[in-house]
Nanobody, 126 residues
């Protein structure tokens, strides 16, 4: 059915950049929003960024505003997270997620995300 596959993680020095990708497939996929979340060791999963598929709305956690950019390529069914000026605090497993398709423009609450990828590790060294 629905499958989300992240890629692009890796090891980078502080101040460097990475671009994560999330490829979506599945005939039952009907999300209106795609989001990026992350989870660091010993911490709860936290919201990072979100975008609706029509591209009119983006949302970011305060901790990444001005440094991360979320985008999508509808023709490729792919969502991206461009991460610049990376900090050691950004070290985490990053997950992409799709919502239930009940929000058009406003940010869906976390419980609305029902499709999840397996995650990709991002490590930022100081």
């Amino acid at each position: 059915q629905v499958q989300l596959v992240e890629s692009g993680g890796g090891l980078v020095q502080a101040g460097g950049s990475l671009r994560l990708s999330c490829a979506v497939s599945g005939r039952t996929f009907r999300s209106t929003f795609m989001g990026w979340f992350r989870q660091a060791p010993g911490k709860e999963r936290e919201f990072v960024a979100a975008i609706n598929w029509i591209g009119t709305n983006t949302y970011y956690a305060d901790s990444v505003k001005g440094r991360f950019t979320i985008s999508r390529d509808s023709a490729k069914n792919t969502v991206y997270l461009q991460m610049d000026s990376l900090k050691p605090e950004d070290t985490a497993v990053y997950y992409c997620a799709g919502d239930q398709g009940r929000y058009r423009y406003g940010l869906p609450p976390p419980h609305e995300y029902v499709y999840w990828g397996q995650g990709t590790q991002v490590t930022v060294s100081s």
